[in-house]
């Protein structure tokens, strides 16, 4: 996924939908986007995970979602992220396959 996320990439992301990234001592350890109620290019990097960083970008989205009117927010998560959108709230909806392989897509009920 590194990989896959090069500078150009993000860029390109960015230019397309909201993106918000997390900062400590001056380096990028998260980043999200949002396109209305989908969530999209959640990514921590692995020395910071279990320090509350996707907790928060998430929240972040679903408190701009809830702001915009929508019910729920949705994403797509691989098997290694599904536990911790699980522990968020949110719920399966169905599977997919991607280029990355297997993928769930769960939604949360917003305020």
């Keep these: ?9 993000i860029e390109r992301v960015a230019a397309e939908r909201q993106m918000f ?3 400590e001592q001056g380096e990028v350890v998260g980043t999200v986007s ?4 989908k969530v999209y290019t959640m ?3 692995p020395r910071t995970i279990g320090r509350g960083i996707g907790r928060r970008l998430m929240r972040h989205l679903e408190a ?3 702001a915009d009117g929508y019910a729920f927010m949705e994403t797509g998560a691989s098997i290694t992220a599904h536990g911790f959108y699980q522990r968020l709230g949110y ?3 169905r599977t997919s396959k991607t280029e990355f392989g297997f993928n769930y897509i769960l939604r949360r009920p917003l305020p």
């Excluded at 996924?1 to 990439?9: E, I, N, Q, T, V």
């Excluded at 949002?34 to 109620?37: L, S, T, V």
């Design 91 to 93: 719920l399966d909806v």
């Design 21 to 23: 990234v997390a900062v």
């Design 34 to 37: 949002r396109d209305g109620n």
């Design 1 to 9: 996924m590194c990989a896959h996320f090069s500078p150009r990439h």
């Design 64 to 66: 701009l979602a809830a």
């Design 43 to 45: 990514f921590v990097h």
